[in-house]
């Protein structure tokens, strides 16, 4: 072989050596590109995966969850938060224009000015409560939380906010106070009425006067009854109200018999008022499923407020009781005395609350309980209490009871 022809083998050789690597380098590039498709692909499924994944988390919280970036745009918002603000458009909206109370974003805005992290309580009337004319539960209550992210794969600072309602927690707050305060009052008033006639006693050396004293320590006596059944009366609700209602000691009781025994105890009040009491039902036997102690309450208080709210002759009581269709049962006390005013119906069944525009409330014994204990020993049985009143004609008290509350025979 001549030098040309070995130049020339070795240049083909050197062609077909790089073709082949061209080659296999394309193949390479092709396979790598494809791996590099199938790993975005992967990190596109696993980053939308995660992103579920943390949606499917934030909309199972109860609480509005909120990202606000640094220009107070809203970023990202859960399921509980479209619905806190009645399904209204979120993301991408300024918050100044979602909140409807400013009062609801200052915490918010404190944390994108400063970067600190702030907690709030706002409670708002019912017509700026960011659920908007969603809202009926009139004064609302909420607890907002800030706080700045620290990692986010932007790097641009991003706030967390976490919106919780407290309107049930403020409003059993509210009617604690209102009960305290309300029972403080109650109670200091016959308190300063008996430090009066004792200091009046002890100052004046009226205590010698053996007909005055006697005189004053009556009155006393009356006043510290007052001061017993106020205490009494706050025991039997605040034990209603503390979930020990689920504790109820339930037996089968005749209802009639319950009823009898309450008569009896206000057989004195009956006569002295020379009252009439009808007992009415198409079902004397009838059986209830509940805590005797409870009912004999209730029954006591309703008949004797129809008795000491009606101190005219002619009163005429009507004590009844039915089984119902749908095997729960009916009760019912109803007066022809002097009624209550329409304007008061709504609230007679709140605690310490009493009529007081047709009679006069100095002569007629009462706490302002009796209605409220009788309300909530009936919820603690499952049924129900209403009424009805036409002054002078009738006032009536309606029991609703469930099924489990009667005893089948
Ligand atoms: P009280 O201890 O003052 O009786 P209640 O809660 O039992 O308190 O009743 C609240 C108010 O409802 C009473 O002060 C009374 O004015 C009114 N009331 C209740 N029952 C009757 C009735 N049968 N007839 C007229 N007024 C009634």
């Known amino acids: 072989m001549n030098p040309h022809d070995s ?15 061209v080659l296999r380098l394309r193949r390479e590039k092709k396979e790598f590109e494809s791996e590099i498709r199938a790993w975005k692909l992967r990190l596109e499924i696993d980053f939308q995966q995660a992103r579920q994944e943390r949606d499917r988390l934030l909309d199972a919280l109860n609480d509005a969850f909120l990202l606000v970036d640094a220009r107070s745009i809203i970023r990202f918002a859960n399921r509980a938060a479209y619905d806190l603000f009645d399904g209204r458009e979120l993301v991408g909206r300024e918050v100044r224009e979602v909140f409807l109370d400013p009062r609801m974003s200052e915490a918010l805005l404190h944390c994108i000015d400063t970067g600190e992290a702030l907690q709030s309580r706002v409670v708002l009337p019912q017509q700026t409560s960011p659920r908007g004319d969603a809202e009926n539960r009139g004064t609302n209550a909420w607890i907002v939380n800030a706080a700045p992210l620290s990692d986010t794969p932007d790097g641009d600072p991003t706030v967390r906010v976490i919106i919780r309602d407290v309107t049930s927690e403020h409003h059993t707050e509210q009617i604690r106070k ?8 109650e109670l200091r008033t016959p308190l300063a009425i008996i430090q009066g006639y004792l200091e009046n006693l002890l100052d004046g050396d009226l205590i010698e006067d053996h007909e005055v004293s006697r005189r004053f320590l009556t009155i006393m006596g009356k006043h510290t009854e007052r001061i017993t059944r106020i205490v009494e009366d706050m025991l039997v609700i605040s034990r209603l109200e503390s979930g020990e209602a689920a504790a109820l000691k339930t037996e089968p009781f ?4 319950c009823i009898n025994d309450v008569l009896e105890r206000l057989e004195s009040v009956i006569h002295a008022r020379h ?17 005797r102690f409870y009912w004999t309450q209730v029954l006591f208080n309703l008949i004797e407020n129809a ?25 019912w006390i109803a007066d022809n ?29 009462g706490t302002g309980l009796g209605l409220s204990i009788v309300k909530r020993a009936i919820e603690a049985h499952g049924g129900r209490i209403g009424v009805t009143s036409v002054p002078g004609q009738e006032t009536r008290f309606t029991i609703e009871l469930p099924a489990s509350s009667v005893v089948v025979n």
């Open 307 to 331: 008795l000491k709210q009606n101190p005219h002759r002619g009163l005429r009581i009507e004590v009844g009781y039915e089984r119902e269709d749908n095997d729960g049962a009916r009760l």
């Open 254 to 257: 005749r209802i009639r018999s």
């Open 7 to 21: 130049v020339t083998a070795a240049l083909a050789f050197l062609a077909i050596g790089l073709g082949w690597l």
């Open 337 to 365: 005395g002097v009624g209550i005013p329409s304007a008061d119906l709504p609230h007679i069944f709140r605690r310490f609350y009493r009529v007081e525009k047709h009679h006069s409330q100095q002569e007629i014994k």
């Open 178 to 185: 209102d009960f305290v305060a309300n029972a403080s009052h």
């Open 275 to 291: 009252a009439e009491v009808v007992i009415a039902s198409n079902t004397p036997d009838l059986r209830l499923h509940g805590d």
